[in-house]
């Protein structure tokens, strides 16, 4: 299983981007879907989290401006981000806390996944 994130890019302030991340491979179901970033120097923050049942919970600083969106069907759950600040300016990161995965007969469980990271740097 791998996190596939993308989307991410340069965007002036008040501008918007959307990060999409898909769980591919042998994925049957997924556990919470989340959203952190980092800068350098800094340690990775938490950002925004989408429960199974698709219940959002958000860091302040973002509340309000961004939006995390869940599709259960094709494992995929993507970070709109509006009025965008050059504080936002980090490495963003999906990642899955725990997850069941099937292939044929066979059930498996995994935890902790992480993506490989998205550049966003907001201008301003």
């Known amino acids: 299983v791998q996190l596939q994130a993308s989307g991410g890019g340069l965007v002036p302030a008040g501008g918007s981007l959307r990060l999409s991340c898909e769980a591919t491979?042998?994925?049957?179901?997924?556990?919470?879907m989340a959203w952190y970033r980092q800068v350098p120097g800094k340690e990775r923050e938490f950002v925004a989290v989408?429960?199974?049942?698709?219940?959002?919970t958000y860091a302040d600083s973002v509340k309000g401006r961004f939006t995390i969106i869940r599709d259960n069907a094709n494992h995929t759950v993507v970070l709109q981000m509006n009025k965008m600040r050059p504080e936002d300016t980090a490495v963003y990161y999906c990642h899955v806390d725990r997850l069941t995965t099937k292939s044929g007969s066979d059930i498996g469980y995994g935890t902790d996944y992480w993506g490989k990271g998205t550049q966003v740097t907001v201008s301003s």
């Open positions: 989408s429960t199974a049942s698709g219940s959002p």
């Open positions: 491979g042998p994925v049957f179901a997924i556990n919470d």
